[in-house]
C-alpha cells in the first residue's frame, strides 16, 4: 500500500464477513464521528486530517501531480518487456497479484493509454491479465476458480504467429 510503504497478508480470515451495530461505531469510533457531518470529499478529508490521519487523498493526488503519465500506445515489445519485469519484480518481492492500475502506473501511462494497451497485453499475457488484476503467481489465483471456472473470463486470443511469447 502506498508505494510498498505496507504489507497486507491476506489469509483465509480476510474473507470472513463482520457485522458491526452502526449506532454503536457511530457512538463510539472518533473517526465516524467526525465524518458525520461531513458532505463533500474534502469535508471528510478535512475531518480525517484534524483527527490526524494521514491524507490518502492528498497522496494520490500529490503523485497524481508529480507523474508523467501518457496515454500512448507502446511497442509490443517495450510493452511486454516492461510488463514482465514488472512482473519479476513482484515476484522477488513476493507479490501474487497486482492491481492493473499499479501496472498502468508503472507503465506510464494513464487510464486511456492503458485501455489503448490493454489488447496487446490480453492478447499476449492472456493468463496473466484477468481485470482488475494483473496474476503474478498463478498459484495465487488458479484458472479453476477464476469466475467461468475457465480462462475464457481472461478474454484469451491466441497470441500472434511468431510471436514466441508464452501466455
Not at 464477513?17 to 473517526?31: F, N, T
Not at 490493454?118 to 476458480?145: F, H, K, S
Request: contains cysteine; aromatic residues 2%.
Amino acid at each position: 500500500m502506498q508505494a510498498g510503504r505496507s504489507v497486507v497478508d491476506l489469509t483465509e480470515e480476510a474473507t470472513l464477513l463482520h457485522r458491526l451495530d452502526l449506532q454503536a461505531v457511530l457512538s463510539e469510533a472518533l473517526p465516524a464521528k467526525a465524518l458525520c457531518g461531513a458532505t463533500s470529499l474534502d469535508e471528510a478529508q478535512d475531518a480525517l486530517v484534524a483527527l490526524g490521519a494521514k491524507s490518502e487523498l492528498e497522496y494520490e493526488r500529490q503523485k497524481a501531480a508529480d507523474s508523467e503519465l501518457t496515454d500512448r500506445v507502446l511497442g509490443t515489445d517495450a510493452l511486454v518487456g516492461a510488463v514482465d519485469s514488472l512482473a519479476d519484480e513482484a515476484t522477488s518481492d513476493g507479490v501474487d497479484l497486482l492491481t492493473l492500475r499499479r501496472v498502468a502506473e508503472a507503465l506510464g501511462l494513464t487510464a486511456e493509454g492503458f485501455v489503448a494497451n490493454l489488447g496487446i497485453l490480453r492478447q499476449l499475457r492472456a493468463l496473466q491479465c484477468c481485470p482488475p488484476v494483473w496474476v503474478v503467481n498463478p498459484e495465487a489465483w488458479p484458472v479453476a476458480l477464476r469466475p467461468l471456472g475457465d480462462a475464457s473470463y481472461c478474454h484469451i486470443h491466441p497470441p500472434p504467429a511468431g510471436a514466441g511469447l508464452s501466455t
